[in-house]
Nanobody, 119 residues
Framework: QVQLVESGGGLVQPGGSLRLSCTAS????????MGWYRQAPDKQRELVAS???????KYAEFVKDRFTISRGNAKNTVHLQMNSLKPEDTAVYYC?????????????WGQGTQVTVSS
């Protein structure tokens, strides 16, 4: 079993900042990547940012220059620093990890943390 614990969501005014954190634990054999996705009401889940074990980073076009993904000092931890937040960033944010130490590759999701950007 893999456990993903997310934290840092909440209510913030437009232009504000939040920092999301995710720590993965449990039966992880070979962690390849960690990332953040989001899902707004009546919309599909979409990639926000991801980072691989060799530090290849990918950002969605809509968050470039506003969000920064980084590894934490603790093992299997990833952070998402979100600045200049907009109302359209409101969504449930999910942490996702990919473990390539199993066959087939195992993907695990966190329970999600709500981010609400509103005045």
């Amino acid at each position: 079993q893999v456990q993903l614990v997310e934290s840092g969501g909440g209510l913030v005014q437009p232009g504000g900042s939040l920092r999301l954190s995710c720590t993965a634990s449990g039966s992880i054999r070979s962690l390849y990547s960690m990332g953040w996705y989001r899902q707004a009401p009546d919309k599909q889940r979409e990639l926000v940012a991801s980072i691989t074990r060799d530090d290849t980073i990918k950002y969605a076009e809509f968050v470039k220059d506003r969000f920064t993904i980084s590894r934490g000092n603790a093992k299997n931890t990833v952070h998402l620093q979100m600045n200049s937040l907009k109302p359209e960033d409101t969504a449930v944010y999910y942490c996702k990890i990919t473990d390539i130490g199993t066959y087939p590759t195992k993907v695990s999701w966190g329970q999600g943390t709500q981010v609400t950007v509103s005045s």
